[in-house]
């Protein structure tokens, strides 16, 4: 079945990069996604990747996709105070690009250290 | 403003006690998903639709019900809520495009 795992937490300090990485099971995946969820609020969507891609950057945001290993990451630069937030890692169903809705990893917890 | 709003945001029940909770979309979109949140468990999805009168289950379908009767609602019932049924519970719309996934503010239920 489709699994997507991540670790729980990752503590930086200010001003650093982060890097949370994600691994999945789902080798059709058509596409990977990550969200940004701060605390009390809903799920944001960051960024996505196609699954015929390696690297697509946007502002400080950086994902790879290592499509052999199932291994995805997340490259914060400059890391704030407002980064501050839990990062799910999904992936889509099937070749519906998502909109059939997505698996979840279970979410890391980003601490930013002053 | 596009947005996926659900109602109510919060609410206490008790065992048995049917309950609905209300998801719309003013997007257009076709594809609406229901995700309940749990510590440790990340979000798993309860059921979701392709279109109207289009269901399916999710991975936890169990103890839930869903209706697509128009485009834009797609209410989350609970026919007898259980206490394992406290959670957190996200709506989500999108069209069948990757970067038009849009999420409710979220639903936080407790069963007591």
């Known amino acids: 079945g489709e699994d997507v795992e991540q670790s729980l937490f990752l503590s930086v300090r200010e001003g650093d990069s982060s890097v949370i990485n994600c691994t999945y099971t789902?080798?059709?995946?058509?596409?990977l996604y990550w969200y940004k969820q701060e605390p009390g609020a809903g799920l944001q969507l960051l960024t996505y990747?196609?699954?015929?891609?390696d690297m697509k950057q946007d502002q400080r945001l950086t994902v790879l996709l290592n499509k052999k290993d199932k291994h995805l990451s997340l490259r914060i630069a400059d890391t704030q105070t407002g980064d501050s937030a839990i990062y799910f890692c999904?992936?889509?169903?099937?070749?519906?690009?998502?909109?059939?809705?997505?698996?979840f990893g279970k979410g890391t917890h980003l601490i930013i250290q002053p | 403003e596009a947005q996926v709003t659900q109602n109510p945001r919060y609410l206490i029940t008790v065992t048995g006690k049917k309950l609905t909770v209300t998801c719309s979309q003013n997007?257009?979109?076709?594809?609406m998903s229901w995700y309940r949140q749990d510590p440790g468990l990340g979000l798993r999805q309860i059921y979701y639709?392709?279109?109207?009168?289009?269901?399916d289950k999710g991975d936890v379908p169990e103890g839930y019900k869903v209706s697509r009767k128009e485009k834009r609602n797609f209410p989350l019932i609970l026919e007898s809520p259980s206490p394992n049924q406290t959670s957190l519970y996200f709506c989500?719309?999108?069209?069948?495009?990757?970067?038009?996934?849009?999420f409710g503010p979220g639903t936080r239920l407790t069963v007591l």
């Open positions: 639709s392709m279109n109207v009168e289009v269901t």
């Open positions: 989500a719309s999108s069209r069948l495009a990757p970067d038009t996934q849009y």
């Open positions: 990747i196609f699954s015929n891609m």
């Open positions: 997007m257009n979109h076709e594809y």
């Open positions: 789902d080798s059709s995946s058509t596409y």
């Open positions: 999904a992936e889509s169903r099937g070749s519906g690009g998502g909109a059939d809705g997505l698996t």
